[in-house]
């Protein structure tokens, strides 16, 4: 992961997210976003790895799922001590493990994992294929990779673009779909089934603000303060922007490690 996103996510932002997305989760959909990935991939007693785990909220679905155990991994030190404490909370501190790591190779042997996760997190990672790779040396043999991620259209970025990056405060690296799944062949993997969902989350993501613009609006103004609030309209407004316009296009990713 990217030595730039390692403290991105201040408390303001970790608020806000939670509010929109619920508590636990710092992308879209929720529990049901999880279920909609793992849909068709076998959990029951697998060992799951999940890169960019937040605040362990997606953790805690995968073990409703039937999931083993879960170790996440995280770059940001709040959000692993946030999520740590969220884990203890919930009493499920022997079953999910939330690690701080330093970007770079994975802290782990070959073939130790049955399933890598990641929802929304990949898109900070600046060298996919190094990301690929340390995926498909962690995974077992007929092991598979079960994630969301956010994409980019062909070209160069519009300044709608560039304006939303500026209004997240994040450091963004996408590619496209298709140079994902060149990615992930090239590192070694088969059964690459990739699936734009760009359609679904734009007519989420005009809800979401609908949301912060109603129901959301007392409890943002009093957690957020009017200039924080202002922002994270804006910001939204220009998320749905680069949807509409296709420029930014979250999606699927299956694939699999070869037996």
């Not at 785990?53 to 799922?65: I, K």
């Not at 997240?168 to 140079?179: M, P």
């Not at 969902?197 to 303060?225: C, F, S």
Request: glycine share 12%.
């Amino acid at each position: 992961m990217s030595d730039n996103a390692t403290e991105e996510y201040d408390g303001r932002m970790l608020t806000l997210l939670q509010m929109v997305w619920g508590e636990g989760f710092l992308s879209p959909g929720g529990p049901q976003a999880v279920r909609e990935i793992m849909s068709g991939v076998a959990l029951e007693g697998k060992r799951v790895l999940d890169i960019g785990c937040g605040l362990g909220g997606l953790d805690q679905v995968l073990l409703t799922l039937g999931a083993a155990h879960v170790t996440g991994l995280d770059v940001a030190g709040l959000i692993v001590e946030m999520g740590q404490e969220r884990i203890r909370r919930a009493g499920l501190a022997n079953r999910i493990e939330i690690k701080l790591v330093e970007p770079g190779p994975l802290p782990f042997a070959d073939n130790s994992f049955d399933i890598v996760f990641g929802k929304d997190a990949w898109l900070h990672i600046p060298d996919k294929a190094a990301h690929f790779a340390e995926i498909h040396r962690v995974l077992k043999p007929g092991g598979r990779i079960a994630a969301g991620d956010w994409m980019k259209s062909p070209g160069p970025y519009s300044r709608d673009m560039e304006y939303f990056f500026e209004m997240e405060g994040l450091t963004y690296h996408l590619v496209t779909l298709a140079e994902y799944g060149t990615l992930l062949h090239a590192a070694g993997f088969v059964d690459v089934k990739l699936e734009d969902i760009t359609e679904i989350y734009r007519r989420e993501a005009q809800d979401e603000l609908a949301r912060m613009k109603g129901e959301l609006a007392p409890v943002m103004l009093a957690e957020l303060g009017e200039a924080g609030n202002a922002h994270f309209l804006e910001d939204w407004r220009s998320l749905t922007v680069v949807l509409d316009k296709g420029e930014l296009r979250p999606a699927r990713i299956w694939a699999t490690k070869p037996a």
